[in-house]
């Protein structure tokens, strides 16, 4: 080999040698794969405005929150509203999400983290039903470990999105609302029957009583009572104050036969109000810790007094909705209906002790 074969070797080593070392050097300057999309959206392209309903899926069940008009409804509810506030911080919540953590993700990982279809996953729908974002949600994330992981809050989640489903993200949410649970969902407001007149309750077993007052300042008077008998009034203002603010624990699924629920033979509440609206509600048997029941609302409301204009409008307001709920089988608290339920000698005053 003469010198000047020599000479071009040499050069092509070092140039060679040159360019390695510069790909090397760049390719130490990028940031790891790991920490591209940290501080990130998580759902860069999902616009709230463009989201119209939402579906839910988790392995005993799935439910779908969907936009009509102005509500949102849960369609395995028959339609029955939503709650919008929790739809409208879900929604913005979701968007506001960031990647805080990435990992690659091994399928004994994604076992174990909940991501292999174990856990929840949540669809963002336009409303062409167009598919606007898909997230698989699972195990809580724990700065710490806590004693007992599902009972506590979480500090955040671990997420996968399905054009990465290779990478386990973190983001600094729980998002305990992730619910396929109607009961997480379901507006809770049933009826606000303020200014009870009269209050008759006709229990299913046999037995029945009445209270009723001339006014809103009136005592209540019980119907029918006997020379022994006095009335605990504070027993009677307690079981008409609960129809001013009446609310809902879930709603059951369309279908449910009245003969499960107890509804063929129901307890029958009345309450009549002063400004005329009278609320109908038949109470079944007990679901766990809830009753099922139905609610008829009738009347023409006519309001009096001073300020009758204004309560007149808020009647009107919320009228529609209450009478809405006649169309389906609720499950109300057993604690908002306990005070209402009592047999009539539970409503008398204690009897004084005979004086020796």
């Not at 989201?51 to 509810?77: D, H």
């Not at 229990?203 to 209540?220: L, Q, T």
Request: cysteine-free; aromatic content about 6%; glycine content about 8%.
């Amino acid at each position: 080999m003469n010198a000047r074969i020599l000479g071009v070797l040499i050069i092509l080593l070092a140039v060679l040698g040159g360019g390695a070392l510069l790909v090397r050097q760049q390719t130490a300057s990028q940031p790891p794969a790991d920490t591209v999309k940290l501080g990130q959206p998580l759902l860069k392209d999902l616009q709230a405005a463009a989201v119209a309903a939402i579906v839910i899926r988790q392995p005993k069940g799935s439910l779908t929150i969907a936009k009509q008009g102005e509500r949102w409804t849960i369609a395995e509810r028959d339609g029955f509203p939503a709650d919008f506030d929790k739809v409208r911080d879900f929604v913005i919540k979701a968007i506001s999400l960031k990647v805080g953590q990435s990992e690659t993700l091994s399928e004994q990982d994604r076992t174990r983290l909940n991501l292999d279809g174990s856990g929840t996953a949540v669809e963002f729908l336009g409303a062409d039903a167009k598919l606007l974002a898909r997230i698989a949600l699972g195990r809580k994330y724990f700065k710490v470990q806590p004693d007992n992981p599902d009972q506590a809050k979480g500090d955040g989640r671990y997420v996968a999105l399905p054009d990465d489903p290779q990478r386990a993200l973190v983001v600094a949410d729980p998002l305990a609302q992730a619910s396929a649970l109607s009961a997480d969902w379901v507006s809770k407001s049933a009826i606000a029957a303020d200014k009870v007149k009269s209050l008759e309750v006709r229990h299913a077993g046999g037995g029945v009583w009445k209270i009723e007052r001339s006014a809103d300042n009136a005592d209540w008077k019980l119907a029918g009572a006997q020379a022994s008998e006095k009335l605990d009034v504070s027993k009677a203002n307690i079981a008409a104050y609960t129809f001013t603010k009446l609310e809902l624990a879930d709603v059951a699924p369309k279908g449910t036969k009245a003969e499960d629920s107890g509804l063929a033979e129901p307890t029958v509440v009345t309450a009549t109000t002063l400004d005329g609206v009278t609320y109908a509600v038949k109470v079944g048997k007990i679901e766990g810790e809830n009753y099922y029941a139905t609610i008829a609302v009738a009347g023409e409301p006519k309001p009096e007094g001073k300020d009758a204009a204004e309560r007149l409008k808020a009647i009107r307001e919320r009228l529609p909705r209450e009478q809405a709920l006649a169309g389906y089988t609720l499950l109300i608290p057993k604690f908002k209906l306990e005070d209402v339920l009592k047999k009539r000698a539970e409503l008398l005053a204690a009897k004084e002790p005979a004086k020796k």
